[in-house]
């Protein structure tokens, strides 16, 4: 498929319109749609829209709405640029192929296919049926960095998972006496949130909120240049998903106190804790998941963890597409070592915190050279006086 110069600049813009429901559309995909016309023998965007929220209209529809009120007239004929396949079944909104289709449009061209199941090439064949002329393929590349969740949980019945870490210079996490605030810098935490805003879950261990007494919340206050187009009102609190293995957490800790959803997750109920289920606040469901031994065998119940790729399934069907993980080593090290982690979000500060201080990720299976992770890095920038590394895991075979 060749696409014109034309073509790429239009897809570029629905592209940036797209990222406009960066932080709101979960569990939807961001979707841009730009629709282009002829006057006088010049091509002109007559209308415009990205979908924003789970419920409200789709991109394409938005742009038709937005075309509709200036140059209704040209509808009629008009190419539209979407970043995702149009849908072709009811949702909590009509068809989107089908809004297209009862517009007159021309041309449809989709940087991607989607990938639900549900839609699969079915909106373009759609399109196709009634007159229209479909292409896709157009910066698809671009448009699948978008969603990366999305697609996950639509090919994997994964999310997406991005594993936080903070560490000095020398990748210690904190002092051998267990002293680590602040170790990055107030911009590096800023920088957090933002991560955290646009995350369906964020996942932590009781360790970190029993030891750190972390809320694990979005802190609109500390957004900064996004407050600018991301009002107080808008802020989606993450899930707060708390593995409590040993159920030594209680309603009384910060965590609870801050009425959005949570999740804790036990491998087993004990008699006292179902007797006191009903002391934890309305929000806070508990879920109970499959245990599993270390590897190397042990018979010691008390070293058994929760089964991790039955908790990201979980969250999966929950549509709950990207996830951080903020926790303490050795979660964090689970995650990496069981190839759980699709993307490692590292901030460095410029401090030298020495050999007793404590590590990174822990990986107890981990052993020899050939075990080692392999990464990619993605990206490599200062964040006030820390470096951010983002690195891609490359999964064994």
Known sequence: MV?????????????????KGHYTTSPNPRVGCVLVSHVEGKEIIIGSGFHQMAGQGHAEVNALLDASKNYPQLIKGATA???LEPCSHFGQTPPCAQGLINAEVQRVVAAMVDPNPRVAGRGLKMLEQAGIQTESGLLEHEAKALNLGFIKVMTQNLPYVRVKLAASLDGKTAMKSGESKWITSVDARRDVQKIRAQSCAVIT????????DAKMTVRWSELGELKAH??????RQPVRVVIDSQNRLTPRLAFFQQASAII?????????????????PHFVEQVQLPMIMPSQGESDKARAKIDLTALLKCLAQRGLNDVLVESGANLAGAFIEQDLADELILYQAPKLLGGDGKNLVNMPNTSTLVQAKALSIADVRMVGCDIRIIAKLTKNT
């Open 81 to 83: 640029y979407v970043t």
């Open 3 to 19: 696409f014109s110069e034309q073509d790429h600049h239009y897809m570029a813009l629905a592209i940036k319109l797209a990222q």
């Open 264 to 280: 804790i997750v036990r491998g087993k109920y004990d008699e006292q804790d179902l007797e006191n289920i009903h002391q934890w």
């Open 230 to 235: 991301y009002p107080q009102a808008q802020v």
């Open 205 to 212: 261990g009781a360790d970190t909120v029993l030891m750190d």
